[in-house]
């Protein structure tokens, strides 16, 4: 999505470790035509599919799913991060594993997620896919189908979401970057 | 509102001290039409103010500040819940006061806010008023104007509004609730 490219090479800072901040269109101050326009996009992609609920995860999907909620005309619904250990039994959960960190819970109620549902899982950013994975997961408990993941950048070089590929998860990024260089320079896939 | 208060009749369920729970379409799952309805409405409640920036609070107010910032076609800016003692000198900082609790901290990036913008801070319930007169205040410490606030629903009985109200604060709520009475009943100001 050439839109998208210009914007994280005009407004996007590179920090070391290859991390990207997008705060000033993405998750902090957020742009909502281009949240409309990627939600357009994967709508384009997603034709035909039956989706009738948006999944997400608190934060920072939100302005992105809420975006692909109104093109979609369903509702969305967005998996709540809680320290509880003791969760109420009306809710599903699933831990979201994170290396070097004790990782956290995230949780929906019950009451929202159904076998009849059909799922279109969006999030802002996708690296190890830890948290794309944990929500796979916590709608594969209710019973719900998971048509495929819509994500705005993807970090490639990470490779979360090519393993989910492997696994046969349709996955549907807006850009795909394979390299953060050392002076900030980014590599998109084609 | 009437298809507000509608929802909240067929959808809110209330629970003892008052707490009504609007899950199903506010604050969990999140029915974007009605969110999209009520931004027209703060649109054609503030038409003429010269808006250019929403302001909310994550999580919950997310959402209705998304569909603002789409009808306003302004961006949106959500500041952050830290927990952090050391904050960076690059954002402005406020904190929440909670009775009986030690409250939050909330940032917003110092590039986000300035003394050009005009905003309209938006939030999914009104009570004591704390959190959005934290926002109010951070705001006034970026030198911003604060045109007026947004809310979908007011616990008039908790008197935050009418408080903000008389310090001459604009607060446009979609519906207040005056009650809500132990069998569940609720008293809607007209």
């Not at 719900?144 to 590929?165: M, P, S």
């Amino acid at each position: 999505m050439q839109k998208l490219i210009d914007k994280i090479l005009k407004f996007g800072e590179v920090y070391p470790d290859r991390v990207l901040k997008v705060d000033s269109f993405l998750n902090h101050q957020v742009d909502m035509d281009l949240m409309s326009e990627i939600a357009e996009e994967l709508y384009s992609r997603y034709l035909g599919t039956d989706i009738n609920k948006i999944l997400t995860l608190e934060v920072s999907g939100i302005p992105v799913a809420c975006a692909c909620a109104q093109v979609f005309n369903v509702p969305i619904v967005y998996a709540k991060k809680t320290e509880t250990k003791n969760l109420p039994d009306d809710v599903y959960t699933n831990t979201v594993f994170k290396p070097n960190d004790k990782g956290y819970d995230i949780t929906v109620a019950k009451k929202f997620l159904s076998p009849e549902d059909r799922i279109l899982i969006v999030d802002d950013f996708l690296a190890k896919g830890y948290a794309l994975k944990s929500l796979i997961e916590l709608s594969k408990a209710a019973g719900a189908t998971v048509v495929g993941a819509g994500i705005v950048i993807e970090k490639g070089f990470e490779h979360g979401g090519d393993e989910l590929r492997k696994d046969g998860v349709r996955v549907e990024s807006m850009v795909i970057m394979d390299e953060i260089k050392d002076d900030g320079q980014i590599s998109f896939r084609n």
